[in-house]
């Protein structure tokens, strides 16, 4: 279940200059260069150690009052408004090529705690914490979750029609992705998205495992007071979202060399050095080792048969692979295993490897979006990093007051 509330949101000509990433892309070096000089940068509430010494620890509680603070400071001045009465809302973005767009709604921590909102991925306490302790100090969820629904043609009449008007608020971010609201006040088409969305059996989390979980906490020991029942949410048809490789790095080749590694995969891949990266179909995988890309196809035997989960290019990687060979059985908790984002493409799998800082990168091919949904209706969990969704949704563009 799903239903409108009154959106804190950004003055539309502030939108811009307050609207940043979220707070889990960027480390906070990196947020600090971003919001230096940027008094109204939302990174001063979602990365709020931004604003103290640098040494402190992302987790001391005078963190989460700082964020406090420059929210209420934010809110005071006006840079951010509260919407008058409860309302949906479609948020589009446009990167290159591709368009999504979302409603903007709450949506049920009842449904979340049933199974009716569908995770695919384990969360880490620590960072279940941090954002239990962001919520209560904020009293506000200012980083929406991505959910996703299997698409339904009304939904998609609805979105056209009601993005059809004149847009809230429009502008185009420094890394030049367009990112353009609209509000739904009208009752009737209020009713239409309510309806349509009841007749949804389920909802999948794309992304915002850890915010979902989070909000699911605090509504448990708030006993549903106030807003808490309720959590952020951006809600996509499944044929909209786009997702990316996420890629892995491997910081050394256990006891082998270059030529005997490439013998071992031979009874796991069909081989071609040289070969063209990124891969171009499902089963095929790029590695770079040693200033060479070599085309890696799992051979037949290996994926025949197999379930969703265990047919996913992460998954046979990770038995084949970095289990049997690298020694990796967690990579959760391996250090010897890095994590990167596909938006950073080939090149940077490349500078890592040329640094002599990692041994070998393996560029993945991406899981669909139809794999994570069949992998969620039945109960499984994805390797870690199997996902990387782009666009990111921006914080800030519209905050919930619980």
């Not at 969360?123 to 959910?147: N, Y």
């Not at 059985?329 to 799998?349: C, N, W, Y």
């Not at 794999?371 to 209706?377: E, G, P, R, Y």
């Amino acid at each position: 279940m799903v239903r409108p509330f009154a959106a804190l949101r950004p003055r539309p000509l502030l939108a811009n200059k307050i609207c940043e990433l979220p707070y889990d892309v960027m480390s906070s070096a990196e947020a600090r260069a971003i919001a230096r000089g940027h008094p109204l940068s939302f990174l001063h509430v979602s990365k709020p150690e931004i604003d103290l010494p640098e040494n402190i620890d992302v987790y001391d509680p005078k963190v989460y009052a700082k964020g406090r603070e420059n929210f209420s400071r934010m809110i005071a001045e006006g840079a951010l408004q509260k919407e008058e009465k409860p309302c949906f809302y479609f948020y589009r973005q446009i990167m290159g090529r591709h368009s999504q767009t979302g409603l903007v709604a709450v949506a049920s921590c009842e449904d979340y705690l049933k199974g009716l909102i569908k995770k695919h991925e384990f969360t880490r306490p620590d960072k279940e914490d941090d954002r239990v302790r962001h919520i209560e100090s904020l009293d506000a969820q200012t980083g929406p979750v991505f959910l996703v629904y299997r698409a339904v043609p009304k939904m998609d009449e609805i979105a056209a029609a009601c993005t059809a008007q004149t847009p809230d608020t429009d502008f185009t971010a420094t890394d030049g992705i367009r990112h353009t609201s609209w509000t739904v006040r009208d009752p009737a088409a209020m009713a239409d998205i309510s309806a349509a969305f009841a007749a949804i059996p389920s909802l999948y989390i794309a992304d915002g495992h850890h915010r979902s979980a989070a909000a699911a906490r605090v509504y448990q020991t708030r006993k549903g007071a106030g807003g808490s029942a309720w959590f952020l949410s951006v809600i996509f048809a499944h044929n909209q979202v786009q997702i990316l490789p996420y890629n892995r790095v491997l910081k050394s080749v256990p006891g082998l060399t270059s030529a005997q590694l490439l013998t071992q995969l031979q009874s796991i891949f069909q081989i071609t050095p040289g070969g063209a990266n990124p891969p171009a179909a499902r089963h095929e995988i790029g590695m770079y080792m040693e200033g060479q890309w070599h085309a890696l196809r799992f051979r037949p035997e290996l994926t025949a048969g197999q379930s969703a989960l265990d047919s996913l290019d992460v998954s046979l990687l990770q038995k084949h692979v970095l289990a049997s060979i690298f020694g990796i059985d967690d990579p959760r908790t391996s250090k010897g295993i890095q994590f990167v984002g596909g938006i950073r493409g080939a090149a940077e799998l490349e500078k890592l490897v040329n640094s002599k800082e990692y041994a070998c990168a393996f560029s993945m091919y991406p899981t669909g979006i139809e794999d994570l949904m069949a992998i969620a209706d039945a109960g499984g969990i994805m390797p870690p990093k199997s996902t990387w969704f782009e666009p990111k949704l921006r914080d800030a563009m519209f905050c919930h007051l619980i």
